[in-house]
């Protein structure tokens, strides 16, 4: 049996995102396999029986099986202190997590696929676009006050780690980014780096041919 790491993950979901970008920056090799979201496979009784949440991400490493993006990025900086994705000042590691939560609590779960299912088709776009702008109005105000080349200084951190997934659903539903110019700048210079790149929803196995860039 192979001990590579297995992610069940799905090319849009920005949790799932989140996961590779941090296994990626970390060098760690794994095995995708993708779950349709929009054709439910995450509900099916093969799924469940593999992680009950019946989400993405979900993690098995180490001969572990972890569910929830944050959890599993808490995990893999404990456990692979190569590469680290939080800094050492204490201070700059509660500004990595108050961004990761400003994200993962108070932005991403009010517009997940979940949520925009229980609203007409025609309001989807509009309500997205209205709840991502303003965490991430919110994120540009913390930044002010963290940033430097990325998020916190000057290295990647688990908060570049869940800003930039964020970003592809701001630009799917059309946020404008006039007002947000450190976001901009960092997702620039993350753009450039081969572990965001990869992580990237086009770069996926399960990306459809025509939406790959």
């Given at each position: 049996m192979s001990d590579k790491p297995v992610l069940y993950t799905y090319f849009r979901s920005s949790s799932a995102a989140r996961?590779?970008?941090?296994?990626?920056?970390?060098?760690?090799?794994?095995?995708?396999?993708?779950?349709?979201?929009?054709?439910?496979?995450?509900?099916?009784?093969?799924?469940?029986?593999?992680?009950?949440?019946?989400?993405?991400?979900?993690?098995?490493?180490?001969?572990?099986?972890?569910?929830?993006?944050?959890?599993?990025?808490?995990?893999?900086?404990?456990?692979?202190?190569?590469?680290?994705?939080?800094?050492?000042?204490?201070?700059q590691r509660a500004q990595v997590r108050a961004i990761v939560g400003a994200i993962c609590s108070d932005t991403q779960p009010l517009q997940n696929l979940g949520v925009l299912k229980t609203l007409p088709q025609e309001e989807r776009a509009g309500y997205a676009c209205r709840i991502i702008t303003k965490g991430l109005a919110v994120v540009e105000r913390l930044l002010e006050k963290t940033a430097g080349e990325f998020c916190v200084g000057d290295q990647v951190t688990l908060a570049d780690c869940c800003l930039i997934p964020q970003l592809f659903n701001a630009h799917r539903y059309g946020v404008d980014f006039d007002k947000l110019p450190l976001i901009r700048g960092i997702e620039e210079r993350a753009s450039k780096l081969d572990a965001f790149h990869r992580a990237h929803w086009a770069q996926q196995p399960d990306c459809p041919a025509e939406l790959r860039q």
């Open positions: 996961v590779r970008i941090a296994l990626n920056h970390k060098g760690i090799d794994y095995e995708a396999r993708p779950v349709n979201l929009l054709k439910g496979e995450q509900l099916s009784e093969e799924y469940v029986k593999v992680n009950p949440s019946g989400m993405v991400p979900y993690l098995i490493i180490d001969g572990h099986e972890f569910c929830q993006s944050v959890a599993i990025l808490e995990y893999l900086e404990e456990t692979r202190t190569e590469r680290p994705l939080l800094p050492k000042d204490p201070v």
